[in-house]
């Protein structure tokens, strides 16, 4: 007998994950849990924020385990006779994991929404204050902490990514219709019900991924391709040390950058002798200065065109695509420009504001990943017999 088949959703605030649960996975039979409202069933308090909420996600997942919310919607699934669920509001790793043991059909799908777009969507329960919005953001986005908010890191972990940009003023429109098709393309590939049939963009980036997994970089794996205009590779890249050197784990044991943080630790401690004093000023270099000047390595967009160069390869730069499994850097964006890529694939929710400043004046299009993700490329693919 199958199991339950649960479809989780991740996404930064305003992206509207709860719009496609309640409006169009509803209405496909699954029913809806949000690990919010299971939250918030805690807080007693009358009005609360959504730092609120978030202090409160924190101090309980501290309190009871990291994984702690999706225990609580396990429990409710385990009770239910229903086969079918959707989880809302998946914002830890920890969450993910204590799903996925559980269920072996679990799935993660992961809406994206530009910054712009979520403001907009979001401006009235922030009473027009876009800096507390934007701190939000930021808090939600990567909190350094095991039991905080990890968007990112959750949205590498999905095996579907769906974009949902546009307004919507009517479940009649043309463009609620579109969205709705495009979710439940990714239903029936979940319960089995249609083929997997890749698309090129699907395809490219499941590419990217393998390739950045020949990185030695023990901080994040990072794989760069450079196609033309007829969907053929023609370089690639990975984040590396240059050739012949070894790498950061081989030389120092750990990341450079780590290395240089934590000798200047060791020389604050020698320093000042007030441990609380010492431990507060290297919590502020670790958190202001990521070093990124120390770092050794090639980011895999410059490896990948660096790499044009070293094999001399010759091809109209304008009409080439760059794929990355991250977002370029303000140092790789200089670089895309100059060289005369026009177009940039990526994989990330949070693109960084200034190399996208950069790659708008050099007319870049800039075009966030959409579909199944590499983490389940092959889950859904059709083996031929």
């Not at 030389?251 to 010492?278: A, H, T, W």
């Amino acid at each position: 007998m199958p199991g339950k088949k649960i479809i989780g959703l991740t996404g930064p605030f305003g992206s509207g994950c709860s719009y496609i649960a309640k409006k169009i996975l509803s209405s496909k039979g699954y029913k809806y849990i949000s690990l919010s409202e299971i939250l918030r069933s805690a807080i007693t308090d009358g009005e609360y924020s959504r730092s609120d909420l978030q202090d409160k996600g924190n101090e309980t997942r501290a309190q009871y385990g990291a994984g702690y919310l999706a225990d609580k919607a396990i429990e409710i699934i385990d009770s239910t006779d229903s086969d079918k669920f959707v989880i809302d509001s998946i914002r830890n790793t920890h969450e993910i994991d204590s799903l996925k043991k559980h269920f072996p059909e679990f799935y993660l799908l992961a809406v994206w929404a530009s910054k712009d777009t979520r403001w907009e969507r979001v401006r009235d329960k922030y009473k027009g204050d876009l800096s507390v919005f934007e701190k939000d953001d930021k808090r939600d986005k990567d909190e350094k902490d095991e039991n905080g908010q990890q968007i990112t890191l959750c949205y590498q972990m999905a095996d579907v990514i769906v974009l949902n940009e546009t307004k919507i003023h009517a479940e009649q429109s043309d463009d609620f219709v579109t969205l709705k098709k495009i979710v439940e393309r990714y239903v029936d590939l979940v319960e089995k019900n249609a083929m997997y049939e890749p698309t090129e963009m699907e395809t490219l980036m499941a590419m990217a991924y393998a390739n950045s997994m020949r990185s030695s970089c023990t901080q994040r794996k990072v794989g760069a391709l450079i196609i033309d205009e007829y969907g053929n590779v023609f370089s690639s890249g990975y984040n590396e040390v240059p050739v012949l050197e070894r790498s950061c784990k081989r030389e120092y044991g750990m990341c450079y950058r780590k290395f240089l943080r934590k000798d200047i630790n060791e020389k604050i401690q020698g320093e000042l002798k007030d441990p609380e004093v010492s431990s507060k000023i290297s919590s502020i270099v670790k958190n202001n200065s990521k070093m990124l000047d120390y770092c050794r390595a090639l980011h895999a967009e410059e490896n990948a065109i660096v790499n044009m160069a070293r094999l001399s390869v010759s091809t109209n730069h304008s009409k080439a695509t760059l794929y990355t499994t991250t977002y370029p850097c303000n140092l790789c964006a200089n670089k895309i420009a100059q060289i005369g890529i026009k177009k940039v694939i990526y994989y990330e929710p949070y693109p960084q504001e200034e190399a996208k400043k950069t790659l708008a004046a050099h007319n870049v299009s800039q075009v966030p990943f959409e579909g199944v993700t590499f983490n389940s490329y092959f889950k859904f693919m059709e083996v031929l017999r």
